[in-house]
Nanobody, 120 residues
């Protein structure tokens, strides 16, 4: 079994910062990619940022220049540093890890979600 545990969400004023983390535990061979998604009320879940095991990153246009994704492959942990937060960043944030369970089994795993609320 693989479990993901997220932490770091909360309430912050506009312009503030938060750092999210997501750590996986269980039977894991290696990481293919890691990412953060978010879902605001009444909206579809969207990609916020992603990072490959090699360190290549991609970001949603709405967060470029404000958010930074990073990963620690040895700790099987992904981070999201969020600066200059805006009320429109309010959402439940989910991590997703694309993992190799065995040499031939590769699966996506999702965190439980953490609420980020930005007040104006």
């Amino acid at each position: 079994q693989v479990q993901l545990v997220e932490s770091g969400g909360g309430l912050v004023q506009a312009g503030g910062s938060l750092r999210l983390s997501c750590t996986a535990s269980g039977s894991i061979i290696s990481i293919n990619a890691m990412g953060w998604y978010r879902q605001a009320p009444g909206k579809q879940r969207e990609l916020v940022a992603g990072i490959t095991s090699g360190g290549s990153t991609n970001y949603a246009d709405s967060v470029k220049g404000r958010f930074t994704i990073s990963g620690d492959n040895a700790k099987i942990t992904v981070y999201l540093q969020m600066n200059s937060l805006k009320p429109e960043d309010t959402a439940v944030y989910y991590c997703k890890l694309d993992l190799w369970r065995t040499l031939v089994v590769r699966r996506d795993y999702w965190g439980q979600g953490t609420q980020v609320t930005v007040s104006s």
